[in-house]
């Protein structure tokens, strides 16, 4: 039988700045922190996929990044992603986008912590 992968199961972004991007998740999105996490990161409980916050691992310059996660498209799973942006908006987040359709709700992007774009669909 041959070995299959399932599909994402951890996603974590690398900044540098930690204690700053925990606290935009928890305060702008409301993520909730898991009881434990390892040195160095902090791990929220959403689902079905883990998601974290981590110091950058060896070798991985984010100062020589032209923007970190470039090239990768991270979206997030919300209940109603208009009350989502017009929170972002009201707490002064970056380069938030018109709310748009998409085939799966409504969403926006925006610029979150050290430069990520992310992109917030649903409800």
Known sequence: MT???EGPD????????????AAFFEERLGLRR?????????????S????AVREPLPGVDLDGAARPGLGVALW????DAS???EQLVRAGTEDVSPLQDSPFGPMFSFTGPE???LTVHGG
Not at 10 to 21: G, S, T, Y
Not at 48 to 51: C, G, H, K, S, T
Not at 76 to 79: D, F, I, P, V
């Open 115 to 117: 430069g990520y774009r």
């Open 10 to 21: 951890f996603i974590a972004l690398q900044v540098k700045d930690v204690p700053a991007a």
């Open 34 to 46: 898991a009881p434990a996490s390892p040195p160095g990161a902090v791990v929220f409980t959403t």
């Open 48 to 51: 079905p996929v883990p998601f």
């Open 3 to 5: 070995a299959t992968v």
């Open 76 to 79: 997030l799973r919300a209940s």
């Open 83 to 85: 009350a989502v942006r």
